[in-house]
């Protein structure tokens, strides 16, 4: 059955998330000071990438919310926790307007949008929430390019459950067979769609490799000849 639709991932698959972070936080370290406990701004960078993909998980989980996520990162990271909500939601505000001016789309997002645009139908599956994404589509110029942008915090269920996959097929009206999704988690991303029923591509931008029985592309370049050339992806791809 051919493939109809492109869901979307938006965290370091269209969007570069990791370099906005990185240069985000080493502006607002650049203005607030480095914090006890971190020898450098590198060193202060990786915990709160670890910090982060910790609270993450936390949300996916159904832990906690999508601003209690954002405050309990400042308390691990500033090892304070008896920071009241009010204090951590301040200090990452001040960091988010570093973060916010640090967005931009990888390079090569609008030019696949553009030579997809009329063979293919596009939406946004996302762990994050929806106003959040929904801004950060906007803001980069994009949002009205997906037909339904599908995200976790407001579903109760996320990637890599089949159930996030189910209810962004079922907000465009096409089954999962029909419908290719692509991110850049090899699990969380590729092998959860695959596992639900649907195309699972695995971007991986860093060539990290392996993984043969997952279908992985290593740029978005990529994805026009996948997609056409055999919509029934009868085997994972060779490419990168």
Same mark, same amino acid.
């Given at each position: 059955?051919?493939?109809?639709?492109?869901?979307?991932?938006?965290?370091?698959?269209?969007?570069?998330?990791?370099?906005?972070d990185r240069v985000g936080m080493?502006?607002?370290?650049?203005?607030?000071?480095?914090?006890?406990?971190?020898?450098?701004?590198?060193?202060?960078?990786?915990?709160?990438? $670890?910090?982060?993909? /910790?609270?993450?998980?936390?949300? *996916?989980? %159904?832990? #906690? &919310?999508? +601003?209690?996520? $954002?405050?309990?990162? /400042?308390?691990?990271?500033?090892? *304070?926790? %008896?920071? #009241? &909500?009010? +204090?951590?939601?301040?200090?990452?505000?001040?960091?988010?307007?570093?973060?916010?001016?640090?967005?931009?789309?990888?390079?090569?997002?609008?030019?696949?949008?553009?030579?997809?645009?009329?063979?293919?139908?596009?939406?946004?599956?996302?762990?994050?929430?929806?106003?959040?994404?929904?801004?950060?589509?906007?803001?980069?110029?994009?949002?009205?390019?997906?037909?339904a942008v599908v995200c976790a915090?407001?579903?109760?269920?996320?990637?890599?459950?089949?159930?996030?996959?189910?209810?962004?097929?079922?907000?465009?009206?096409?089954?999962?067979?029909?419908?290719?999704?692509?991110?850049?988690?090899?699990?969380?991303?590729?092998?959860?769609?695959?596992?639900?029923?649907?195309?699972?591509?695995?971007?991986?931008?860093?060539?990290?490799?392996?993984?043969?029985?997952?279908?992985?592309?290593?740029?978005?370049?990529?994805?026009?000849?996948?997609?056409?050339?055999?919509?029934?992806?009868?085997?994972?791809?060779?490419?990168?």
């Amino acid at each position: 059955m051919p493939i109809r639709a492109v869901l979307w991932d938006i965290d370091d698959t269209i969007f570069d998330y990791a370099n906005a972070d990185r240069v985000g936080m080493s502006r607002h370290l650049g203005d607030v000071g480095l914090p006890d406990g971190y020898a450098s701004v590198e060193e202060a960078l990786a915990a709160w990438k $670890r910090i982060t993909d /910790v609270h993450w998980a936390r949300v *996916a989980a %159904g832990l #906690t &919310d999508f +601003e209690g996520q $954002r405050r309990d990162r /400042v308390r691990e990271f500033l090892g *304070a926790p %008896g920071m #009241t &909500d009010d +204090e951590a939601g301040e200090w990452f505000g001040r960091h988010i307007a570093h973060y916010e001016a640090a967005w931009a789309l990888f390079p090569d997002t609008l030019p696949v949008l553009d030579l997809l645009a009329r063979d293919y139908r596009h939406a946004v599956l996302s762990n994050s929430s929806l106003a959040n994404q929904e801004r950060k589509l906007r803001t980069l110029g994009v949002l009205d390019r997906f037909e339904a942008v599908v995200c976790a915090v407001e579903l109760g269920v996320s990637k890599p459950e089949a159930g996030a996959f189910l209810a962004a097929c079922e907000a465009i009206g096409l089954p999962p067979e029909e419908v290719a999704y692509v991110g850049d988690q090899p699990d969380i991303d590729a092998r959860g769609a695959t596992e639900a029923g649907l195309t699972g591509i695995w971007l991986d931008r860093a060539q990290v490799g392996g993984r043969p029985e997952l279908t992985r592309i290593t740029g978005l370049d990529q994805l026009a000849p996948l997609l056409r050339g055999d919509t029934r992806f009868g085997a994972p791809s060779t490419f990168g």
